[in-house]
């Protein structure tokens, strides 16, 4: 779901101002997008509603990160007793101009797969800064 719908507290719009800060200090170029999905009636139906979405686009393609715009999906898990979500996880997807060109999980084993790889140099710090999203949303026990 994009972001700016998942702001519904000042301390959950916090912790997104906070991960977009910290990927714009650590990738100045960045220019943060918290509305990544179109408002139409067939993107509605992909939207996952346990996500929060922020893509980040830049201003051409670089050979380090082998794509122009970067979608994270910060992935919640909602307690079915409590009502209450926590995050578990983060999916990142490059996208070029032929689509999506590579993807990266914590939730499962952190690789990077796809058609192409950023540099290991770009995997390091994606991987680095998905810890730090990890440490924002998890610093107190609900985030909603």
């Not at 719009?13 to 906070?18: D, L, Q, V, Y």
């Not at 200090?25 to 943060?32: G, L, N, R, V």
């Not at 051409?60 to 079915?80: A, H, N, T, V």
């Amino acid at each position: 779901m994009n972001a700016d719908e998942m702001a519904i507290s000042l301390e959950f719009a916090s912790k997104i101002a906070t991960v977009v800060n910290l990927f714009k200090y650590e990738f100045p170029d960045a220019k943060s997008d918290l509305k990544p999905w179109q408002n139409d009636p067939d993107t509605r139906e992909l939207i996952d509603p346990d996500s929060i979405d922020i893509g980040f686009h830049f201003p051409g393609i670089s050979r380090s990160w082998r794509s122009r715009s970067l979608l994270f999906q910060i992935r919640l898990y909602k307690d079915p007793i409590t009502n209450s979500r926590r995050v578990i996880g983060v999916e990142v997807a490059g996208f070029d101009h032929l689509g999506e060109a590579w993807r990266l999980s914590t939730v499962e084993n952190w690789n990077v797969v796809g058609r192409t790889h950023p540099s290991e140099e770009i995997s390091d710090r994606i991987k680095n800064f998905c810890r730090h999203i990890l440490e924002v949303f998890n610093q107190s026990s609900d985030i909603i």
